[in-house]
């Protein structure tokens, strides 16, 4: 059976990643993104109407009903999925926190994807479509790394999200579930120095960053029915991180 | 209700069937009728998460979210919700 699946943050990195796979799987994949790239360009000519795209900047939370799913996620479109992928990072130490910047992260990583998962629930609930949602999380929730107690934050608030949605929407069959990715080489970690890329990366088993297409399938495992009794669970794709 | 085509019986029956559909689901029978003074839990048997599909239904329906503004307990709150709402300011 082909899906269609709602993915934030699709125009690069882990969001093109699964959008490929998704599309390349014959389903149908609605992306967002603040601006339509050159690969998701390429994705939409070789798949045509299904690589479906709305550009929105997830920093207007309180516009995702009307833009998103009114405008662009019509009721008779049913909705099978939503990974919650996009997020931004603001990174330093606690001592310097700018409350500004630190609302602003908090607006895009948490009450955006909260927010869409609302409609996206909303929308399964219409069409008695046994969802699932897929949210981003990262192993800093998990392991302290210095400079990253904000943004973990962040993810922390979503790893929390998730497993009470699972319970909250269980019993309609809608699933809830995180996949903790490691640091993984994407636009997002680029502002790491070598060296601080080579202390992350000596903390886990593999000795190695974490690789795109691993994070891909396993959010596409939690997507499908193979998975139809797993929900509110973490799944740590992240090199094995100790 | 400012919708001419929005009148209160027109609303009731449409209504009806969207109950009806939330009830059908559950395996419970159907209702003959629909009438404002009815409570959604105690008469019509919602709990929290067929309130939450009842909303959705109505949403699409006539664009209110009528739990927007608080809760709703009545057959006759949904009618004024939904007569206050967008769909008629609108119109």
Redesign the interface.
């Known amino acids: 059976m082909t899906r269609h699946i709602l993915i934030t943050g699709v125009s690069r990195g882990l969001g093109l990643a699964l959008a490929q796979k998704l599309l390349d799987a014959g389903d149908t994949v609605s992306g967002l993104s603040r601006h339509l790239s050159a690969d998701y360009e390429t994705l939409q000519k070789k798949h045509g109407k299904r690589a479906r795209f709305k550009a929105f900047d997830l920093k207007q939370a309180s516009h995702i009903k009307s833009e998103v799913f009114d405008d662009f996620l019509p009721?008779d479109l049913p909705l099978h999925g939503f990974v919650n992928n996009a997020a931004v990072a603001y990174d330093d130490l606690v001592t310097n926190l700018d409350l500004d910047r630190f609302r602003a992260m908090n607006e895009v990583n948490v009450l955006a994807p909260i927010t869409l998962t609302q409609h996206a629930i909303?929308?399964m609930?219409?069409n008695?479509v046994a969802g699932s949602i897929v949210h981003i999380s990262s192993v800093c929730a998990h392991t302290g790394y210095k400079g990253l107690a904000m943004y973990a934050a962040t993810k922390g608030a979503l790893e929390a999200f998730s497993k009470n949605t699972a319970r909250e929407?269980g019993?309609?069959g809608i699933r809830s579930n995180c996949v903790v990715a490691g640091f993984m080489e994407t636009d997002m970690s680029a502002s790491l120095s070598d060296e601080q890329g080579k202390r992350i990366h000596s903390r886990t088993a593999l000795k190695k960053a974490t690789e795109i297409e691993s994070v891909a399938a396993a959010v596409v495992y939690f997507l499908k029915d193979g998975s139809s009794s797993i929900t509110g669970q973490n799944l740590f794709v992240d090199s094995g991180t100790i | 209700m400012h919708d001419p085509n929005l009148n209160v019986a027109n609303v009731l029956t449409e209504l009806l069937g969207i109950v009806n559909m939330v009830r059908e689901n559950k395996g419970q029978l159907l209702l003959g009728e629909l009438t404002p003074e009815m409570k959604l839990r105690e008469d019509l048997g919602f709990d929290s998460m067929d309130l939450a599909e009842l909303t959705v239904r109505i949403d699409e329906r006539f664009k209110v979210d009528v739990f927007e503004a608080g809760l709703v307990d009545s057959v006759d709150e949904v009618l004024n919700r939904i007569g206050g709402g967008k769909a008629s300011k609108n119109n």
Do not use: D, G, P
């Open positions: 009721f909303r929308h609930l219409f008695r929407w019993e309609r």
